[in-house]
């Protein structure tokens, strides 16, 4: 028993010594070009899903020019209100994420910044929508009032 004893542990010494350490050959220029290549992703990123705000916010804007002709058209406009002010909640803790973790060093900076306004502009639409189709539409008042314009 000794014998294999100190055989396996030689082997296994043998295995240890041999061993090295594996060093990435990253120069420092390549992993500050991985940075700025990511810092670009990370804007491009961050512009689209601005333009895809602005985008939505026109789409509402079209909305308020419309009519409900039914109920069904009424259900599905406050199906999508529900879902836009679901997605305006993301947007906002994604807004938060990319100020505390970005912004606060100065990347991203202007893009973020962008981001924000077009999350305020899109929730005050949804809001306006949410007023115009079901509270002010059915405002006996404000459609007296409307009526004689």
């Known amino acids: 028993m000794e014998t294999s004893v100190l055989t396996i542990g030689k082997q296994i010494c043998e295995v240890i010594t041999h061993d090295k350490i594996i060093t ?4 420092e220029q390549e992993r500050v070009n991985r940075l700025l290549d990511t810092i670009n992703l990370t804007r491009l ?3 689209k899903m601005t333009s895809k705000l602005t985008n939505l916010d026109e789409l509402f804007t079209k909305l ?17 209100i529900i879902q836009a002010k679901k997605h305006h909640s993301n947007s906002l803790k994604n807004y938060i994420l990319l100020k505390n973790t970005l912004s606060k060093d100065g990347i991203c900076k202007i893009e973020i910044v962008n981001y924000k306004n077009a999350i305020d502009d ?14 002010l539409r059915k405002d006996d008042e404000f459609n007296s009032l409307l009526n004689s314009i």
Do not use: A, G
């Open 24 to 27: 990435p050959k990253i120069s």
């Open 64 to 80: 308020s020019w419309l009519n409900i002709t039914n109920s069904e058209e009424e259900i599905l406009i406050k199906k999508v």
């Open 45 to 47: 990123k961050i512009t």
């Open 122 to 135: 899109f929730e005050d639409t949804v809001l306006e929508i949410e007023q115009i189709f079901f509270n």
